[in-house]
């Protein structure tokens, strides 16, 4: 019995490590054609220790998925244009966090308050840089975290500026309420965010959690297009409805700030 069942067992531990392999091996020609520029099927056989077909096969992956180039010619293969676009995606989340935290540093040191900085992706709002205030009852940890987007400032700085059909179609879909002050008439929601529009900044007073306040704005990059939301949030005790309109003039100079460090040069405020 051992023996008819040992040579199965192998055999289910090669075919799960197989997958496995060939991730890593599919990575490491991307690592090849990134260090020399473009390399044949042999080159880079040779390189992994396997058989150029092996390397064939996996090289038609990626060129299926835009991660690699056919020789053109004489040459060799190269990198993709799907390369350029997934480090495209990341430098934009990496490049707009380095240039948000000092900004958001000097805001939260100025306001005393927790400050963020959010994006917008697939429908939610992901909170990509944080800096703390002095206080010594600190909010918890939002980077990374996803919030909807009609139940925060950021998120509603974020939803007033999506082409209409999206935000049409975000308002269409059903809104959550989060507790009894949460925004969810789609009307009445499309309203607020026309406000936000025509005035530039967003609050949110108890629309997420209860206790919690905020007032956010809206950050532009070069072309002008709005990228990202700044917002101030605190306890209610210490950011009470009346204290957020202060609070406002300091969020939108450093969103505008912010607006300039991503290469915005015109107007941020109507």
């Known amino acids: ?29 991307l690592d090849i054609l990134a260090r020399e520029g473009e390399a044949s099927l042999s080159q880079m056989a040779r390189e992994l220790m396997v058989h150029k077909s092996t390397v064939g096969r996996l090289v038609e992956t990626l060129v299926r998925h835009d991660l690699v180039e056919p020789p053109d010619g004489p040459g060799g293969y190269r990198l993709g244009v799907g390369c350029l676009r997934l480090a495209g995606a990341t430098a934009t989340r990496l490049d707009l966090s380095l240039e948000a935290q000092p900004v958001c540093d000097e805001l939260s040191a100025a306001i005393g308050e927790t400050t963020t900085v959010a994006i917008t992706r697939e429908g939610v709002a992901i909170n990509v840089c944080q800096a703390e205030g002095n206080n010594t009852v600190a909010m ?27 935000r049409k179609a975000r308002l269409d879909a059903g809104l ?3 507790t009894e002050h949460t925004l969810i008439c ?13 005035q530039g900044w967003a609050f949110a007073v108890e ?5 919690l306040n905020a007032v956010a704005a809206p950050v532009f990059d070069h072309s002008g297009r709005v990228v990202a939301g700044i917002s101030v949030a605190g306890p209610s005790y210490r950011l009470p409805p009346d204290r957020l309109p202060v609070v406002r003039e300091s969020v939108l100079s450093a969103a505008d700030a912010l ?12």
């Open 176 to 178: 959550t309420a989060y």
């Open 140 to 166: 918890r940890n939002w980077i990374g975290q996803h919030t909807a987007l009609h139940a925060t400032s950021n998120g509603k700085v974020l939803l007033a500026h999506l082409p209409e059909e999206e």
């Open 1 to 29: 019995m051992s023996t008819d069942t040992a040579p199965s067992t192998q055999t289910s531990a090669r075919s799960s490590d197989s997958p496995v392999k060939s991730v890593d091996r599919a990575l490491t020609v």
């Open 259 to 270: 607006s300039r460090r991503l290469g915005h040069v015109g107007q941020v405020r109507n």
């Open 186 to 198: 789609p009307q009445a929601l499309a309203e607020e965010l026309q406000r936000i529009r025509d």
């Open 207 to 211: 629309e997420l959690e209860e206790g």
